[in-house]
């Protein structure tokens, strides 16, 4: 058993689409024992992010982004200069 509290730690997965069906930006689990319904505070978290989500909010613009092959239609600056940089690196 530990005696000092750990610090949390959350799993995000990207999915290509929106695979729980929810039509929701994102989806937030947690880890319940499959005998019976006591919850219990590990400290994890999973998070799942629906890539299809496409929408004018900061979430769906960086999905967008995701999606889109040319560095200069993309919304977010840093992750565009980056992957121009990839794309044009001879090594």
């Known amino acids: 058993m530990w005696t000092q509290k750990q610090p949390d730690t ?10 729980p069906g929810g039509g929701l930006p994102l ?10 319904e006591t919850r ?9 992010v629906n890539g299809e989500w496409q929408e004018k909010d900061e ?4 999905m967008a982004d995701m999606h889109e092959s040319n560095p200069m239609k ?3 600056p840093v992750l565009a200069r980056r992957c121009l940089d990839l794309k044009t690196d001879d090594k």
């Open 10 to 19: 959350c799993v995000i997965f990207i999915v290509d689409k929106d695979y």
């Open 59 to 62: 979430l769906g613009r960086l």
């Open 74 to 76: 993309m919304h977010y």
């Open 40 to 48: 219990m505070d590990f400290g994890l978290h999973f998070v799942v």
């Open 27 to 36: 989806y937030e689990y947690e880890v319940l024992p499959k005998d019976h």
